[in-house]
Each structure stands twice: as C-alpha cells, then as structure tokens.
C-alpha cells in the first residue's frame, strides 16, 4: 500500500477519540495517510544533557530537576503560578502562564526531567517555555540526588531525538508524538515504496516504510538526513514526472494543423503582415526584448506543436502589446483562428479590451469583451457571435472559460497575470481548443530555481528592457506624522498636470459596507480607503477632482471613475489593491502607498510599477505608521515589514525584488504560488533543494523518455503511483 492509500479514518489509531479527532482536523489532519504525512518542524536532540548553569551556551537546557517550591504573582485571572527549581548545578523559576494545571504535576520535592528555553530576568533564571516529565522511580540515585547522563527520557519512538510539530489550539506536543508513535506502529510496516527499484538502489534510499519512520522518530540525526533525503528527492521526482508528462502531452499535434501567415525559412520568426501593419501605426518602436519575445512566439507558432511559453518583464515592460501581436499571428492562421486574452480583474480585463479596440479594430479584427457582468441578452449574442466565428479576439475574465462558452477555432489563449489564476481554469480555457497555443504572462517574476520546477515544461521569454525614455521610479519613506509633506510634494504634481494614486490596505465604510476585519482594523487606526477618499477631497486637494475605486464598486461605476481617471479628467486616484495588477495611465507621476508596511513585496511592486509608465519622472511614497521602532505596539512596524519597505527603497528591479521576496518569506510562499496550489510540496524545497531536483528531474524525465506510457516492468511502480496515489493531483499545470 502506498502512504497516500492510508485513507481510512483516525478512528484507527490507538488513542485518537472523538474530540481529538476534531482538533486534529482543524489542523487538516483527518485520514492516516495525513497524519503520517505530518511532518515535524523540527527535532530535538535529548540525548544531551545542558545543565541549567549552561543556559546560555545551549539553545535549551536539558536536565533533572528537583521541584522546590511554589509561588503564584499577579491577582485575580491573571493569578500566575512560579514553580522553583533546581539541578546540580544551579536554581531557576519556571513562569507558568496559563498552564496553573501544572501546580499539581510538578510537585515539591519530586525529581522531573525537564527541558526548556531559559534567561535572565528579574535577578533570576527563568522559562516559560518548557517541558518536564516525571522521573520514573529508580532513575533517581539512592541518596534522591538525580541522574545526570541522558538527561531526558528517550523519545516515545525509542531513540533520544523528539519530533516538534506545528501546533493548533488544544493539542500538545506529547499527545500528538504519542499518537504518532501509535499510528506508525500500526501502519508503517504496510507502507510499499513509491520509488522504482532501480532508482532507489541507486541512490542507496531507505524504504519508505523506514523513512516515514525515521522522519517522525529518528533514531540518530544521521538517520533523520536518510529519511529526509529520500523523502525530498522522492516528491521532487513525481514532480517532475508530472511535469514531464504534462509535457509529452503538449507535444502533441492538434489533429487538423493551422497554416500559419509567413511562409518558413526563418523558422516562422518573421512578423507577418497584420504584425507588420500593427507596428507601423504605433507612435513608439518595440524594445528589443519585446521583439524577441514576437520572434519566438512566431517561432512557436510556426511549429508542429503547440506553443507553450512563459512570457516575463518587469511591470511596464510592455507585454500586452506582445500579447496582441501574438493574437494577431492567430487569426492570421488559416483556417482563421481565434485568440482569448485572459486577465484576472474585470478593471485589467476592461483595460486590455479597450486597448484592442483601440489598436486591432482598424485593422479589421473584430474585438469582443466578456465579463460575468454581461446581461443575459448581450451575453447570448456574445456568445453566438463568437461560436460562430464572428469575433476574433475576446477579452475577458473567467467568464472566457465558462460552460457555455463556445469558440469556433480557438488557436490561442492568452493569461495575463498568470500567477492570479489557478491551475485548473488554465487547464479549462485549453479545453476550449484543439490544442490552442498558450501564453502566459507574468510580472511577477518568478525566481529561475522555481520557475524550473513549475514551469519545466514551458519556454520562458523574458523582456529585459523597459521602453526607452522611461525613468526609474523615484521611492521615499514617510512617516504617518510627516504626511503633510507627501501631501505638498503631489498637489504640485497635480498642479503641473499630473495624476496620483493613493492606495490604502482596505476600503472602510463605504455605503457597500465594510467587512468585519475592516471594522477591526478601522478601530485600530488603520486609514481605510473610502474615509480618506473624502477627507483628501475636501481638505487636502480640494481643487482637484478626487475619486474612489475598490472591489466592491458596481462594475459599471467601477468602470466610469477608471475611465475618468485615464481621460485625467480625475486627478487623484484613491484605492485599494484593485489597481495593483496592470492599470496602465501614464500621466500618473505619483503613488502613495499608505500602511506600506501591510503590503507585501509583490504587491508593493505591482503598485509602483503603476507609475512611471510616460516620460516624466515618477515617485512613490511609501507611508509607514508611527511608532516604528518596532517595541511591539499595536500598529507598529514589524521587523519585517521593516525589510521590505527597504528593499523598495533600494530595489526598482522585480527580479531583484521578488529574490528578496523569496529569502524573507521562503518559497513556499511566492506570490500567488500558495494559491494557485503549484507548489504543493512537503519537505522539498526547490530553491534549498536545487541540486536534488535537477537530478529527480533528469531522471524523471530519461525515464519518460525511454518509456513514454511507463509499461516497462520497472516503471510499473511509477505507473501505479500516479494511477493509485494521484500525488500532487493539484500540480497539473
Ligand atoms: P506590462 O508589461 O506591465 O503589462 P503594459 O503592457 O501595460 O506593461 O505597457 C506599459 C505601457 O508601455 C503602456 O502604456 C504601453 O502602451 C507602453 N509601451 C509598450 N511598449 C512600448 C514601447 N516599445 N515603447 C514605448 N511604450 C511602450
Ligand atoms: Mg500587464
């Protein structure tokens, strides 16, 4: 059986009853499989004695102590119990907060193992985190002096080393090891390997049987680097064997093949002639890294298979026009062929399609734009024209994707923003065609280690150039306090012209009604959107026109202030993150960002990267709140919010940017990877774990390669995972 197959109940394991079946589904552990699956954060070596006169040469002291006494300070509910203790070699204190249970655990005169991170304070040394054991009877000397060699008791898995693991409320270290223990004796044994022989021979892995134990209860720290090595090579493997198929499947000619516009000879590369007439009416010349990214796109087109491509630049970089040049390589096919640009937002959406109205209309493309908004009739006859062939590029969100959407050649899907989306309405647009071509368009740039990972079956196209004359986006911090002086800089912004933007954490009480959170946070002093929208109009730029725009606006009104705001007849934009991705209005030279320290890094990127879209030279005020230094009061700056602001400051380049990102938030948690669910791995790491997964992905894909549908015996097992198991059933991008 493989681990994953471990479905039944935690009703099957020795120990767990009703209520604590429900506190450990709280924390997403609901089957065997799951609770196997959870992998400790952390071990703790016991086996190693620090006394307590150690404490600071140790990260925990670990030793036997002696209870001698019991104190309780503080009054009423905040009674809190202090126990003193001491071993040989010193006397402490141990601050029970919340935990007056343990006066009757730890009583006076009785020898405990105990284990804990100490200090100083107050004149003495103290914990409050900590753990003790009862010492069982005998471990004592005659005389009562304690023992001091392996100082705590040995794990419940036998060895010295203990699993920590992430915690929810009502559930303690002991019971869930405990608990652990149970199931693994219970279930390790049955548990079959996943890897095929000859690789796990190779490479010298232990069985998995043996690592899922050795991982919770390591019998030395060599064994849990065994296990670990197994395990992470292993999810990097049916990674890249998913990656690896999904790529094989691309691969596959669509069953009646298209005829491009330009004839071969130069692989396709070659602008073809609507191309050609598009440039020609534009006022500006393409970058360098936007025709690349043309000629190879052309290029894939041109191709016998499917086009699958990762399209990157900075914000700015001009990849939209790259997208309608791409559409227009689609409809020039013949058969003629249709093109879908995806984006995330209904405000970005609008924007694209008012944009290839404005540019593909003369060209004699037929532009359409489909929103959820539509009413039932406009949509009817949208989507009859577009069954029909009658529309050649369709703008839109998710509502491009939807049952009843139907495309009479659809031969390319765009997904701007792609991060925003999840895998499964990817999957859906291509469903729409046979094989249509994708391309994907990211400004969120994702660090080459990962993009390798998750994107290993695409090419990637990056434009690494801005559009000449632009300049780089000026940055300040400001203090809350000192915001009169932001204020004075934009009104004379606004006074030679210019635009601005502020952007706010969240909208407040506008008549659509604030959420609970909002109202928290509004009680917490945080500004809000909607009230700072009125106070800068009347008092701050009275003699200027003033506007609002957030998520819960009525998509028409939404449209009708953004559409003021490009035609500059609004002159201060106030906002929340809705313009974060892709509003494009070059005559605004400012953005305020206030709360900056409540954005994270991708977001404050994208919202700069709003600015600094003409010639003129272009700012962002960064306005963090007062009380800065980071003491721990409420609404304060965090150490590491600190850091992000920083590296704003320092930073225009969103590659740089989001490498920092990643090193101050761990790749888990790349900007819109958590959601999209990509990355849905245990132990591996792929930025940490480079060089494991350049190795599981060099086997993963030799081994698809020699055996495409895996029926060679020794792939069978590979077979059966993905058949049986269906790891990673969300990675399937
Ligand atoms: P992003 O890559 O962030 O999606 P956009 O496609 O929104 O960038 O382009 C940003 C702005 O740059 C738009 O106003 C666009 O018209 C303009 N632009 C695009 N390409 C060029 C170019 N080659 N020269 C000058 N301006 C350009
Ligand atoms: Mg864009």
Same mark, same amino acid.
């Given at each position: 059986?493989?681990?994953?197959?471990?479905?039944?109940?935690?009703?099957?394991?020795?120990?767990?009853?009703?209520?604590?079946?429900?506190?450990?589904?709280?924390?997403?552990?609901?089957?065997?499989?799951?609770?196997?699956?959870?992998?400790?954060?952390?071990?703790?070596?016991?086996?190693?004695?620090?006394?307590?006169?150690?404490?600071?040469?140790?990260?925990?002291?670990?030793?036997?102590?002696?209870?001698?006494?019991?104190?309780?300070?503080?009054?009423?509910?905040?009674?809190?119990?202090?126990?003193?203790?001491?071993?040989?070699?010193?006397?402490?204190?141990?601050?029970?907060?919340?935990?007056?249970?343990?006066?009757?655990?730890?009583?006076?005169?009785?020898?405990?193992?105990?284990?804990?991170?100490?200090?100083?304070?107050?004149?003495?040394?103290?914990?409050?985190?900590?753990?003790?054991?009862?010492?069982?009877?005998?471990?004592?000397?005659?005389?009562?002096?304690?023992?001091?060699?392996?100082?705590?008791?040995?794990?419940?898995?036998?060895?010295?080393?203990?699993?920590?693991?992430?915690?929810?409320?009502?559930?303690?270290?002991?019971?869930?090891?405990?608990?652990?223990?149970?199931?693994?004796?219970?279930?390790?044994?049955?548990?079959?390997?996943?890897?095929?022989?000859?690789?796990?021979?190779?490479?010298?892995?232990?069985?998995?049987?043996?690592?899922?134990?050795?991982?919770?209860?390591?019998?030395?720290?060599?064994?849990?680097?065994?296990?670990?090595?197994?395990?992470?090579?292993?999810?990097?493997?049916?990674?890249?064997?998913?990656?690896?198929?999904?790529?094989?499947?691309?691969?596959?000619?669509?069953?009646?093949?298209?005829?491009?516009?330009?004839?071969?000879?130069?692989?396709?590369?070659?602008?073809?002639?609507?191309?050609?007439?598009?440039?020609?009416?534009?006022?500006?010349?393409?970058?360098?890294?936007?025709?690349?990214?043309?000629?190879?796109?052309?290029?894939?087109?041109?191709?016998?298979?499917?086009?699958?491509?990762?399209?990157?630049?900075?914000?700015?970089?001009?990849?939209?026009?790259?997208?309608?040049?791409?559409?227009?390589?689609?409809?020039?096919?013949?058969?003629?062929?249709?093109?879908?640009?995806?984006?995330?937002?209904?405000?970005?959406?609008?924007?694209?399609?008012?944009?290839?109205?404005?540019?593909?209309?003369?060209?004699?493309?037929?532009?359409?734009?489909?929103?959820?908004?539509?009413? +039932?009739?406009?949509?009817? @006859?949208? #989507? !009859?024209?577009?069954?029909? *062939? %009658?529309? $050649? =590029?369709? /703008?839109?969100?998710?509502?491009?994707?939807?049952?009843?959407?139907?495309?009479?050649?659809?031969?390319?899907?765009?997904?701007?923003?792609?991060?925003?989306?999840?895998?499964?309405?990817?999957?859906?647009?291509?469903?729409?065609?046979?094989?249509?071509?994708?391309?994907?368009?990211? +400004?969120?740039?994702?660090? @080459?280690? #990962? !993009?390798?990972?998750?994107? *290993? %079956?695409? $090419? =990637?196209? /990056?434009?690494?150039?801005?559009?000449?004359?632009?300049?780089?986006?000026?940055?300040?911090?400001?203090?809350?306090?000192?915001?009169?002086?932001?204020?004075?800089?934009?009104?004379?912004?606004?006074?030679?012209?210019?635009?601005?933007?502020?952007?706010?954490?969240?909208?407040?009480?506008?008549?659509?009604?604030?959420?609970?959170?909002?109202?928290?946070?509004?009680?917490?002093?945080?500004?809000?959107?909607?009230?700072?929208?009125?106070?800068?109009?009347?008092?701050?730029?009275?003699?200027?026109?003033?506007?609002?725009?957030?998520?819960?606006?009525?998509?028409?009104?939404?449209?009708?202030?953004?559409?003021?705001?490009?035609?500059?007849?609004?002159?201060?934009?106030?906002?929340?993150?809705?313009?974060?991705?892709?509003?494009?209005?070059?005559?605004?030279?400012?953005?305020?960002?206030?709360?900056?320290?409540?954005?994270?890094?991708?977001?404050?990127?994208?919202?700069?990267?709003?600015?600094?879209?003409?010639?003129?030279?272009?700012?962002?005020?960064?306005?963090?709140?007062?009380?800065?230094?980071?003491?721990?009061?409420?609404?304060?700056?965090?150490?590491?919010?600190?850091?992000?602001?920083?590296?704003?400051?320092?930073?225009?380049?969103?590659?740089?940017?989001?490498?920092?990102?990643?090193?101050?938030?761990?790749?888990?948690?790349?900007?819109?990877?958590?959601?999209?669910?990509?990355?849905?791995?245990?132990?591996?790491?792929?930025?940490?774990?480079?060089?494991?997964?350049?190795?599981?992905?060099?086997?993963?894909?030799?081994?698809?390669?020699?055996?495409?549908?895996?029926?060679?015996?020794?792939?069978?097992?590979?077979?059966?995972?993905?058949?049986?198991?269906?790891?990673?059933?969300?990675?399937?991008?």
């Amino acid at each position: 059986m493989f681990l994953r197959e471990l479905t039944g109940p935690l009703s099957g394991v020795r120990g767990v009853g009703r209520s604590l079946a429900d506190i450990l589904s709280r924390a997403g552990i609901t089957t065997i499989a799951e609770l196997l699956s959870y992998y400790p954060r952390d071990w703790e070596d016991r086996g190693f004695a620090v006394p307590l006169v150690d404490f600071r040469r140790y990260p925990a002291v670990n030793t036997v102590v002696r209870v001698l006494a019991h104190d309780w300070f503080g009054f009423g509910r905040m009674k809190t119990l202090k126990i003193y203790i001491e071993d040989e070699s010193a006397r402490a204190a141990l601050v029970c907060f919340n935990r007056p249970f343990l006066e009757k655990q730890l009583v006076a005169g009785k020898y405990y193992r105990l284990w804990g991170k100490f200090f100083y304070k107050y004149g003495e040394i103290q914990s409050s985190a900590f753990e003790t054991e009862l010492l069982p009877e005998g471990a004592a000397r005659p005389d009562g002096s304690p023992v001091r060699s392996g100082a705590f008791s040995p794990g419940a898995g036998g060895g010295s080393i203990l699993p920590v693991y992430r915690l929810t409320a009502g559930l303690s270290q002991n019971v869930l090891r405990r608990i652990m223990k149970n199931a693994l004796d219970a279930y390790a044994a049955s548990i079959d390997d996943e890897l095929p022989a000859p690789l796990a021979a190779r490479d010298g892995f232990l069985p998995r049987s043996e690592a899922v134990r050795a991982i919770h209860f390591p019998k030395t720290m060599a064994e849990l680097a065994e296990a670990r090595r197994l395990l992470i090579y292993e999810e990097l493997f049916y990674l890249e064997i998913l990656v690896g198929k999904r790529a094989l499947e691309r691969r596959r000619p669509p069953a009646s093949p298209a005829q491009g516009p330009s004839p071969g000879g130069d692989g396709g590369a070659a602008l073809s002639p609507l191309q050609e007439r598009l440039l020609e009416r534009l006022p500006f010349a393409l970058t360098a890294g936007q025709r690349g990214a043309v000629q190879e796109i052309n290029a894939d087109m041109a191709g016998q298979w499917p086009m699958a491509r990762l399209l990157q630049g900075d914000v700015g970089a001009g990849k939209t026009l790259v997208s309608f040049l791409a559409a227009l390589r689609a409809v020039e096919e013949t058969p003629r062929g249709q093109a879908a640009i995806m984006a995330p937002t209904e405000l970005l959406a609008r924007q694209h399609a008012e944009n290839a109205a404005r540019l593909l209309e003369p060209l004699g493309i037929r532009i359409a734009f489909l929103t959820g908004n539509l009413n +039932a009739r406009g949509r009817a @006859r949208l #989507l !009859a024209a577009l069954a029909a *062939g %009658d529309i $050649d =590029v369709v /703008v839109g969100t998710h509502a491009l994707f939807s049952r009843g959407t139907v495309y009479r050649n659809l031969r390319l899907v765009v997904v701007d923003e792609q991060h925003r989306f999840g895998v499964t309405q990817r999957q859906a647009i291509l469903d729409k065609g046979d094989h249509p071509h994708l391309l994907m368009m990211s +400004a969120t740039p994702i660090p @080459r280690t #990962l !993009a390798f990972t998750v994107f *290993g %079956d695409m $090419d =990637v196209s /990056v434009i690494p150039d801005l559009p000449p004359g632009r300049k780089p986006v000026k940055t300040h911090l400001a203090r809350e306090s000192s915001e009169e002086r932001v204020y004075d800089f934009v009104r004379k912004e606004l006074a030679a012209g210019r635009q601005a933007y502020f952007v706010y954490p969240l909208i407040g009480d506008d008549p659509a009604g604030a959420s609970q959170d909002d109202e928290a946070a509004v009680a917490g002093g945080v500004k809000a959107a909607a009230a700072m929208a009125g106070r800068l109009a009347k008092e701050v730029f009275p003699s200027w026109p003033v506007t609002l725009v957030h998520a819960r606006l009525d998509e028409e009104e939404k449209r009708a202030r953004m559409e003021a705001f490009r035609r500059g007849t609004v002159r201060v934009l106030v906002a929340t993150s809705v313009v974060e991705v892709g509003v494009d209005v070059p005559n605004a030279t400012c953005m305020v960002i206030e709360h900056a320290g409540r954005f994270g890094l991708a977001a404050l990127h994208q919202l700069r990267g709003r600015v600094g879209r003409g010639d003129a030279q272009s700012y962002c005020f960064l306005v963090y709140e007062d009380g800065e230094t980071g003491e721990g009061s409420a609404g304060a700056l965090s150490g590491d919010a600190k850091k992000r602001l920083m590296v704003m400051l320092e930073h225009n380049d969103g590659f740089v940017i989001a490498e920092e990102d990643l090193k101050l938030r761990g790749p888990g948690q790349i900007a819109g990877t958590e959601q999209s669910g990509y990355l849905s791995l245990g132990l591996a790491d792929p930025v940490r774990d480079a060089a494991c997964l350049a190795r599981a992905r060099e086997d993963a894909f030799s081994l698809l390669a020699s055996d495409p549908p895996l029926l060679l015996p020794e792939h069978q097992r590979v077979r059966e995972v993905l058949a049986r198991a269906a790891p990673f059933s969300d990675v399937s991008l």
